[in-house]
């Protein structure tokens, strides 16, 4: 069983940086797959961006440039680096293994 664990949300200012962290508790045979996520209240959850290989990743397109994932493989941690945060993006983010998730963690954009 494979638990998922976001933390590092909170609130920032428009144009400001945030970096989340997920991570994994449990037998997790590959990293390869996961991914960020991002929902907000009465919209469809929309991806972020997701490892689609051993060292290849898709972005969406609205965060291209501002995002960044990594993650260090020895102590089982996805990273989300998120600059010139958008009002608009403030939802809650959500780590997924591909066939698991995390609970969240909310974001919040505001002055």
């Known amino acids: 069983q494979v638990q998922l664990v976001e933390s590092g949300g909170g609130l920032v200012q428009p144009g400001g940086s945030l970096r989340l962290s997920c991570s994994a508790r449990g037998s997790i045979f590959t990293m390869y797959s996961m991914g960020w996520y991002r929902q907000a209240p009465g919209k469809r959850q929309e991806l972020v961006v997701m490892f689609t290989g051993p060292s290849s990743t898709t972005y969406a397109e609205s965060v291209k440039g501002r995002v960044v994932i990594s993650r260090n493989k020895a102590n089982k941690t996805v990273y989300l680096q998120m600059n010139s945060l958008e009002s608009e993006e403030a939802e809650v983010y959500y780590c997924?293994?591909?066939?698991?998730w995390g609970k969240g963690t909310e974001v919040i954009v505001a002055s």
């Open positions: 997924s293994c591909g066939w698991c």
